[in-house]
């Protein structure tokens, strides 16, 4: 630990106090400021690393002083102090740039470990804007690729939430890269030598999700034979990834939102409760808020995750990207799969850019992917991509046989039902094929299945996994 220089402004004298010999024996220089005007012109004077703020003080309040100081943002990592029952004002100096918050009464553990972090994060910050001007020069931030001004406008984002331990919450339909975008803020910020945990809320039972995302203990039910680490505890001091956020049963995200603003947890069948030092992230092909109308979402846990969003585009939005992404994916598959071939032919490029990619960039991988494999020479020619590629996008030509016709007055729920089984008509009812283009998650293609009863989902073989 270094001689960090920590500025506390509190109205408070006896808080004041307390917190300066607090840091002061922690091995930091402390400084005093008794409101927010005091604590700007001290800031100016004397420079501080790091400023713990109360919110609430004469003169000038704690998020004024915060968008004051906004300006210091690379030098300088702000920490404000909220009473219980206000995480929304946090919230919102997160958004406003505050490294991080904690709450009245101060758990001192906690404070002293935002205050490491917060140091790791200063004696990092040079390095890392030195990794992130490389890496855009060459157009790509972490593994994402693009010089498009879409994908320049996330990399803007991308660095500007990463030395930060704001949530995020990622949006796009499946396939954009949403789970990319979230380990690339992992890669540029503070955390990166510790764990990135993803998790596919999706695709665990709901029976067995609250034991996977928190942990149990042995006996905590029926077939709990040892205690297990939840990917909370597993995440300590990294990044957690909720992935398909608004597939997570409501209960659980209930105790989700707890552990989120008081920063501890309890194992299932355990009475202690685990503090924690995570930074989550969370992702949905949905769009939130009508996942959150729908029931399908809390509005406060929605709230809580959208400190910060990134929306992905889909693919057919950005195809000045295709060229760049084709040659850094055919790289990755040449070390994969021990091929040498180095790019693919004109006419290919042009295929794909005339395609609309309904799959969006894991579509673009998987169709590369098959392509290097049955390559053998240094080109991929249209002949080494899937047979009938670009055919089995749904069209709407009137002409069209695989158009869907609606006519007027259709319901919505009607429309629906009508596009998922011509979709899942269109690719040989391959289910998961039909879902990427559908843009919506595997189980929720196949709870809309069961809706429609047993005759729209037995209709034809399944291919679960094969190409469509």
Not at 27 to 36: I, N, P, Q, V
Not at 94 to 122: C, E, H, V, W
Not at 188 to 202: Q, V
Not at 372 to 390: D, M, R, S, W
Request: aromatic content about 4%; charged content about 25%.
């Amino acid at each position: 630990m270094g001689q960090e220089r920590v500025l506390i402004v509190e109205d408070e004298e006896n808080e004041r106090t307390g917190l300066a010999e607090l840091v002061t024996a922690w091995g930091y220089r402390a400084e005093t400021a008794k409101d927010g005007a005091e604590g700007l012109e001290k800031a100016g004077s004397w420079s501080p690393s790091i400023v713990i703020t109360d919110m609430k003080m004469p003169r000038m309040g704690g998020l004024e002083l915060l968008e004051r100081l906004a300006t210091d943002a690379n030098t300088m990592a702000v920490v404000v102090v909220t009473a219980q029952g206000t995480i929304d004002t946090a919230v919102q100096a997160m958004r406003m740039g505050a490294y991080d918050y904690i709450t009245k009464p101060i758990d001192t553990n906690r404070l002293r470990t935002i205050l490491q972090n917060a140091s790791a994060l200063l004696g990092t910050r040079t390095e890392l804007e030195v990794t992130r001007r490389k890496l855009r020069d060459a157009g790509s931030l972490g593994s994402l690729v693009g010089s498009s001004k879409k994908m320049q406008e996330i990399f803007r984002l991308i660095e500007m939430v990463a030395p930060s331990t704001a949530s995020v919450l990622i949006t796009g339909a499946s396939g954009t890269g949403k789970e990319l975008v979230a380990r690339t803020v992992h890669d540029l910020s503070p955390r990166h030598g510790k764990p990135f945990i993803p998790i596919n809320c999706a695709a665990i039972p709901e029976t067995l999700i609250e034991s996977e995302v928190f942990g149990h203990e042995k006996g905590a039910f029926t077939g709990a034979l040892e205690r297990r680490t939840g990917c909370f505890e597993l995440a300590e001091g990294g990044t957690l990834l909720l992935d398909e956020i608004g597939e997570m049963p409501v209960a659980t995200q209930a105790k989700l939102l707890r552990v989120l603003e008081d920063r501890k947890l309890r194992r299932l069948g355990s009475k202690v409760e685990t503090t924690v030092d995570v930074r989550v992230l969370a992702a949905t092909n949905k769009v939130p808020e009508e996942a959150v109308a729908h029931g399908e979402l809390r509005n406060d846990l929605y709230y809580r995750l959208n400190v910060f969003n990134i929306h992905m585009p889909p693919l057919r939005e950005h195809k000045d990207d295709i060229p760049e992404l084709v040659q850094e994916l055919l790289g990755e598959m040449n070390t994969k799969h021990g091929r040498k071939v180095a790019a693919v032919s004109e006419a290919v490029l042009n295929a794909f850019t005339n395609y609309s990619w309904p799959g969006n960039v894991r579509e673009l991988r998987n169709t590369l992917e098959r392509a290097v494999i049955v390559c053998e020479a240094a080109v991929v020619e249209t002949k080494h991509l899937p047979p009938g590629f670009g055919q089995t996008t749904l069209r709407t030509s009137a002409d069209d046989g695989d158009a869907v016709r609606l006519d007027v007055g259709t319901t919505v729920e009607q429309a629906e039902k009508l596009l998922i089984l011509k979709t899942l008509e269109a690719t040989n009812n391959n289910k998961t094929r039909a879902a990427e283009i559908l843009g919506i998650s595997l189980k929720t293609l196949h709870n809309k299945l069961k809706e429609y009863g047993s005759a729209a989902a037995d209709a034809a073989p399944v291919k679960e996994g094969q190409p469509g």
